[in-house]
């Protein structure tokens, strides 16, 4: 059974701390993506990785940065969390070649104080 | 500027009728197709998906049509049941899915009622 596994489901933090968003694929997936999740706003790319250490950015990358170490490993990093970062935010992965569907995990419920 | 849009935030229908999603889109790169289904507090699942070769791809109680013409797509779920009460979010991909980058639209919430 395939999975993407991220490390908390639910994470309260405080404005000003780092944070750090945990995502772990066992298909051996070369695509992994970060979203995030609002009402009304659908699901919105932060980041994505095609590779072991090579990034893009998505359509609204300011305020977080992204790691990947490891292929199975795509980490997601709020340098400076700030109130407006309150949000699920989902991890997903998929393989590179041919029409093939994206994986997710089953999310973080972050919330900023 | 959305590329993918699904113009209706809600959708009701009563148990055991058809349920029609609309997801309309405006990039002609597009080439593949797909629908996922949420539930609260979970990560989405996928449902079901097309090729832009294909107008029609159907697996059970869902069927997907593509109208490449009209960049436009539905999903029709028949008989509807109160389990498919979810978010159902329309994603496109250019190049095969390739990069891998799901464009999503923002969500339809169907409630089916018993």
């Known amino acids: 059974d395939v999975k993407v596994t991220q490390s908390s489901r639910y994470l309260v933090k405080r404005t000003g701390e780092k944070v750090f968003l945990e995502c772990v694929q066992d298909?051996?997936?070369?695509?992994m993506f970060w979203y995030r999740q609002d009402p009304g706003l659908g699901l919105r790319l932060i980041y994505f990785?095609?590779?072991?250490?090579?990034?893009e950015k998505g359509d609204i990358p300011e305020g977080y940065s992204v790691s990947r170490e490891k292929k199975e490993r795509f980490s997601l990093i709020l340098e400076s969390a700030s109130t407006n970062q309150t949000s699920m935010y989902l991890c997903?992965?998929?393989?590179?070649?041919?029409?093939?569907?994206?994986?997710f995990g089953q999310g973080t419920r972050l919330t900023v104080v | 500027d959305q590329q993918v849009k699904q113009n209706s935030p809600s959708l009701s229908v009563q148990e055991g009728r058809i349920s029609i999603l609309n997801c309309d889109y405006t990039?002609?790169?597009?080439?593949?197709f797909l629908w996922y289904k949420k539930y609260p507090a979970e990560g989405p699942t996928f449902l079901i998906s097309i090729s832009s070769i294909k107008d029609k791809n159907e697996d059970g109680r869902f069927t997907v049509f593509l109208n490449k013409s009209a960049k436009h797509l539905s999903l029709h779920i028949v008989p509807s049941q109160p389990g498919d009460s979810a978010v159902y979010f329309c994603?496109?991909?250019?190049?095969?899915?390739?990069?891998?980058?799901?464009?999503f639209g923002k969500g339809t919430k169907l409630s089916v009622k018993p």
């Open positions: 990039n002609s790169m597009f080439d593949y």
């Open positions: 994603a496109a991909s250019a190049d095969g899915g390739s990069q891998g980058n799901l464009i």
């Open positions: 997903a992965s998929s393989r590179q070649v041919g029409n093939t569907e994206a994986f």
């Open positions: 990785s095609y590779d072991v250490k090579m990034k």
């Open positions: 298909m051996d997936h070369e695509n």
